[in-house]
């Protein structure tokens, strides 16, 4: 809702949106577009000068002028775009307030962003009604492809305003959620490189077009896979290219690397395919990424696959990559994929980082991320149905008044209805799980120090008596058990919450997670 606002001229300023060319358009709705973006005028002097070009655009009967912005650029100290903004809004020639990928807008006011939280302070608090915490002086759009309670209610919470779910929020349901043509996949691994060559090698072999993204956690492990792949298929004389985006790039690069990407080499196919390696088309059709540097953004739909090479992060991470691939109109499980590779390595590495960079235990932004971990290890280690439906409905619309029955099983399109749990997650036998995690905890020789979750208790498990038949029912009982069955176990545990972790600071830098029984 709002309060009022002229109809002409419009100026509309977006925030989080993806670079693109300036330019003007025609438009049937609204006439005459002029699109602007603001992170690409730096110095004073050309500030300057585009303000004078808003304005004389805008006076315009019937244009309408597009501000696209970092939230960066609006809070850059020296710089004319707030004041500029604030005299809009003032004088009543500013009329919609755009925010785009909110959940990377709430992600990161959370976390470390400080140009997110400032805006509350510098602009959002300015288009509040006194008295009333459902209306603005003009009104404010909320935009993401993926989207939470909690999310909603960090919204609510930043800019200090409230929605009426019924009237202000446009969510889908769960049967309206699908993307079920990519395939979804599960593989307990530490060599998710290996699961994405052999996935991906016959595809680069045969075609010059199809791209595809590996996503990690860190750039750390993108700095140590990137050499490795470029390697790959430089030996393998595949005609693709690659690219890298982390967190540490400009964010005119990351632009760069996104477009450049995104662009398609379909023109140039039958000159990739005849020329020789030194004179060949620059051909990207391999992206490695941080999530979250570049989960959003990349719309292509020459994008045929996407892996996670750990574990993630949270549910939200897992739509927003899912979704990259399958946007042909011709995809379906049998073409596109998602590939989602962890192991409990990979989920303790998570757990440092979070307890190393999250602060307090208490604040917000730990116990959320804290719970959504929790989220995947139950959906993705110990899934009761299928991955697609139950994705639906964990990211559907939480305010419906009356809910919505949950969607019927994908069939073929996940790992869980082809039936490859049985072999990905051992049975355990229940009786040998609760004999061993007592007598470890609680027996006569119990841990003499809490154990670290990936190796001393991995190591005493495997080594206790008999542990191989006492867990998994082998014949070969006097041989130890294998460590990854071990591992798999104690994922299965920690997603059962009959085993739960506690993070131990070892010193001012280092962060050690350790076992505890439920």
């Known amino acids: 809702e709002s309060g009022q606002a002229e109809d002409t001229p419009r100026n509309i300023i977006g925030g989080g949106a993806k670079e693109e060319e300036k330019n003007s358009k025609e438009s049937k709705a609204f006439g005459p577009m002029v699109e602007i973006h603001l992170d690409e005028i730096r110095s004073y002097q050309e500030q300057r000068v585009c303000i004078a070009t808003v304005l004389k655009e805008s006076s315009k009967p019937n244009v309408t002028v597009l501000l696209f912005s970092s939230p960066q650029a609006i809070v850059r100290p020296n710089s004319l775009w707030l004041p500029f903004l604030l005299n809009l809004l003032n004088n009543n020639r500013l009329t919609l307030l755009c925010i785009d990928e909110v959940h990377l807008f709430v992600n990161f006011g959370l976390s470390f962003r400080d140009e997110f939280k400032q805006l509350t302070e510098l602009l959002f608090y300015k288009l509040h009604v006194p008295g009333d915490k459902f209306v603005t002086t ?35 349901g769960p049967s309206e959620m699908g993307h079920r043509h990519v395939y979804f996949e599960i593989n307990y691994t530490t060599k998710s490189l290996g699961y994405f060559k052999s996935k991906v090698g016959p595809l680069l072999k045969v075609s010059t077009i199809p791209k595809f993204i590996m996503y990690s956690n860190t750039r750390t492990s993108d700095n140590r896979v990137y050499p490795k792949l470029g390697d790959w ?14 967190g540490t790039l400009l964010r005119e ?6 477009r450049t990407f995104n662009s398609s080499n379909t023109a140039h196919a039958s000159l990739l395919e005849s020329s020789l390696e030194h004179s060949r088309p620059f051909n990207p059709q391999v992206l490695v990424a941080t999530s979250g540097a570049a989960n959003a953004g990349i719309d292509d739909p020459e994008v045929f696959g996407v892996t996670r090479m750990e574990f993630p992060p949270s549910l939200l991470d897992v739509k927003q990559e899912k979704g990259r691939a399958g946007r042909r109109p011709t995809a379906s499980s049998t073409t596109d994929f998602y590939l989602m590779c962890f192991s409990l390595e990979s989920y303790v590495v998570l757990l440092k980082r979070l307890h190393s960079t999250a602060g307090s235990r208490e604040s917000v932004y730990f116990k959320h991320q804290d719970t959504e971990m929790q989220k995947c ?4 280690v110990l899934p009761q149905q299928c991955l697609q439906s139950s994705l639906e409905v964990a990211l559907s619309n939480p305010f419906l008044l009356v809910p919505s029955p949950p969607p019927a099983p994908c069939g073929v399109a996940c790992s869980y209805c082809a039936g490859t749990y049985d072999k990905l997650f051992p049975k355990l036998i229940k009786a040998g799980v609760r004999h061993i995690l007592l007598q470890l905890f609680l027996g006569e020789s119990p841990f003499d120090k809490r154990p670290t979750l990936e190796k001393d208790f991995v190591d005493a498990v495997r080594k206790f008596p008999r542990s191989n038949s006492l867990l998994f029912g082998s014949k070969s009982g006097k041989k130890p058990s294998e460590p990854v069955l071990v591992k798999k176990m ?9 085993l739960k972790y506690s993070a131990v600071r070892k010193d001012s830098a280092a962060v050690a997670v350790v076992a505890t029984a439920s």
Not at 253 to 258: A, G, L, W
Not at 377 to 380: S, V
Not at 490 to 498: G, V
Request: proline share 4%; charged share 20%.
């Open 377 to 380: 290890l139950e959906m993705f």
């Open 490 to 498: 104690t994922m299965m545990l920690l997603a059962a919450r009959i």
């Open 138 to 172: 003009i009104p404010m759009l909320f935009m993401t492809a993926t989207c939470t309670k909690f999310i909603v209610e960090q919204v609510e919470r930043i800019i200090d305003i409230r929605f009426r779910p019924d009237v202000n929020v446009f969510w889908p």
């Open 253 to 258: 690069q990351k632009f760069y690397h996104i």
């Open 233 to 246: 298929i430089d030996s393998k004389g595949y005609k693709a290219d690659m690219l890298m985006i982390i």
